[in-house]
């Protein structure tokens, strides 16, 4: 199957500093990908829909300043987390799909886990 | 009310067994049905779909829909160790971009 990736697999920081997450589709280009954030024991919650040079779609209750999304190109986004703070820890998940056809797999990368203090 | 519904577990069976995990729904304009397999701290894996009502099977997993109960099962046949992981269903709508609602997630634990 396709591979997606995730940078960092994980971070800490700081109350109020930004962090990038970086969602690279390898092997495939992908019109659009998805980011996710899951709490512990919990499912994965929609954040974001991205596809390549143009705006993300967010889903309600998503702050668009606070998680700012940039799909510059067919195998990269990224997500900044900005002016983060504890309650921001969470998982993050990316995912990326391709083509046109009527169902698309979408290929989930392995997740990076933020941790604000 | 959650659009997708799924018992939370663990379900813990021995090696071998059969492990039966579903999910229900309320949308009846969901048209593809996933399951996915999650291991801790990592992203979640596709292992079926489907888009009708009935059985299909791949390998050692069978995926059921029932379209007029709102119900659809997974079946993982001669479990391992190995199948220990949290397993997602999850649903989309072609008009809606596919967008994926998953359920909770079921915790499965097979042991040796």
Same mark, same amino acid.
């Given at each position: 199957?396709?591979?997606?990736?995730?940078?960092?697999?994980? =971070?800490?920081?700081?109350?109020?500093?930004? =962090?990038?997450?970086?969602?690279?589709?390898?092997?495939?280009?992908?019109?659009?990908?998805?980011?996710? !954030?899951?709490?512990?024991?919990?499912?994965?919650?929609?954040?974001?829909?991205? @596809?390549?040079?143009?705006?993300?779609?967010?889903?309600?209750? =998503?702050?668009?300043?606070?998680?700012?999304? @940039?799909?510059?190109?067919?195998?990269?986004?990224?997500?900044? =987390?900005?002016?983060?703070?504890?309650?921001?820890?969470s998982f993050?998940?990316?995912?990326? !799909?391709?083509?046109?056809?009527?169902? @698309?797999?979408?290929?989930?990368?392995?997740?990076? !886990?933020?941790?604000?203090? | *009310? &959650?659009?997708?519904?799924?018992?939370?577990? #663990?379900?813990?069976? #021995?090696?071998?067994?059969?492990?039966?995990?579903?999910?229900?729904?309320?949308?009846?304009?969901?048209? /593809?049905?996933?399951?996915?397999?999650?291991?801790?701290r &990592? +992203?979640?894996?596709?292992l079926?779909?489907?888009?009708?009502? +009935?059985? &299909?099977?791949?390998?050692?997993?069978?995926?059921q829909?029932? %379209?007029?109960? &709102?119900?659809?099962?997974l079946?993982?046949r001669?479990? *391992? #160790?190995?199948?220990?992981?949290? /397993?997602?269903?999850?649903?989309?709508? %072609?008009?809606?971009?596919? %967008?994926?609602?998953?359920? +909770?997630?079921?915790?499965?634990?097979? %042991? #040796?």
């Amino acid at each position: 199957g396709a591979v997606v990736s995730q940078h960092p697999s994980w =971070v800490i920081c700081k109350s109020g500093t930004s =962090v990038k997450i970086e969602c690279r589709s390898l092997d495939f280009q992908a019109t659009t990908m998805f980011w996710y !954030r899951q709490f512990p024991k919990q499912s994965l919650m929609l954040m974001a829909t991205s @596809n390549e040079g143009s705006k993300a779609t967010y889903e309600q209750g =998503v702050e668009k300043d606070k998680f700012l999304i @940039n799909h510059a190109s067919l195998t990269l986004s990224t997500l900044t =987390v900005t002016s983060a703070h504890p309650e921001d820890s969470s998982f993050y998940i990316c995912s990326a !799909r391709g083509g046109l056809a009527v169902y @698309n797999e979408q290929f989930f990368g392995p997740g990076t !886990r933020l941790t604000v203090l | *009310q &959650k659009e997708v519904e799924q018992d939370p577990g #663990p379900l813990s069976v #021995p090696e071998g067994a059969i492990v039966s995990l579903n999910c229900t729904y309320s949308n009846s304009a969901f048209q /593809y049905f996933m399951w996915y397999r999650q291991y801790s701290r &990592k +992203g979640p894996e596709l292992l079926m779909y489907t888009y009708s009502s +009935g059985n &299909k099977e791949d390998g050692r997993f069978t995926a059921q829909v029932d %379209k007029s109960s &709102k119900y659809i099962s997974l079946f993982i046949r001669d479990s *391992q #160790p190995s199948d220990s992981a949290t /397993y997602l269903c999850a649903m989309s709508i %072609k008009a809606a971009g596919n %967008k994926l609602t998953f359920g +909770g997630g079921t915790r499965v634990l097979v %042991k #040796p």
